[in-house]
């Protein structure tokens, strides 16, 4: 016999695009391409710093210039890669993604329980227990509930219901205690 019990609180869910595409960054930058972003930071300023050690200024020649001047260009590389162009693969996926995203999520309801949360579609019902999602990230403006690798659960505070929202806030930071992280933007 399945009965279910009252949810905690149900509510409409509407996430937009820029929503979307940082909730995208946020896991990437948490548990995607980006996780080791601060590493590869480290590893660029090491290569300068090498390629400038290894720099002969008293006799500058092309030849002895050669692997430092590659060091040194290889800096700026792994920043650009790691700054510019995998965050705008990311967003540019994401762009992607939104668009079924929208079509599958068009009128959800959310509504949590005790122990899991329901999001309710005319085409699909989801049901996600708490201790099956790997983290949550909290940001100023959402919650990121990180699923499998390619499953998020975006809940934007905008959603929350005004009366309940410090409530929902609360029972959700209390749930997620050891697996939130509070994020102030996808870097840190």
Known sequence: MNSEKEPK???????TREEYRTACLLAARSQGSLRFL?????AAAVL????????????LAFSTALVPLFLCLCCPALLAYILVLEPR???KKA???????QILMKDAVLSFYPDYAVTKT???TLRDQYALMKCC????DLFVFLKESERLL?????CLPPERKEELQDFLRLTFTRRRRVMRNWIF
Do not use: C, H, N, Q
């Open 9 to 15: 609180a149900s509510f409409p869910l509407s996430v």
């Open 38 to 42: 601060p590493v590869l930071g480290i």
């Open 48 to 59: 300068l710093a090498l390629g400038l050690l290894l720099m002969d200024w008293d006799r």
């Open 89 to 91: 693969r990311l967003l």
């Open 95 to 101: 762009d992607e993604d939104y668009l079924t995203y």
């Open 122 to 124: 005319p085409e699909l």
């Open 137 to 140: 990230l909290e940001t100023p």
């Open 154 to 158: 975006i809940l934007p505070k905008r």
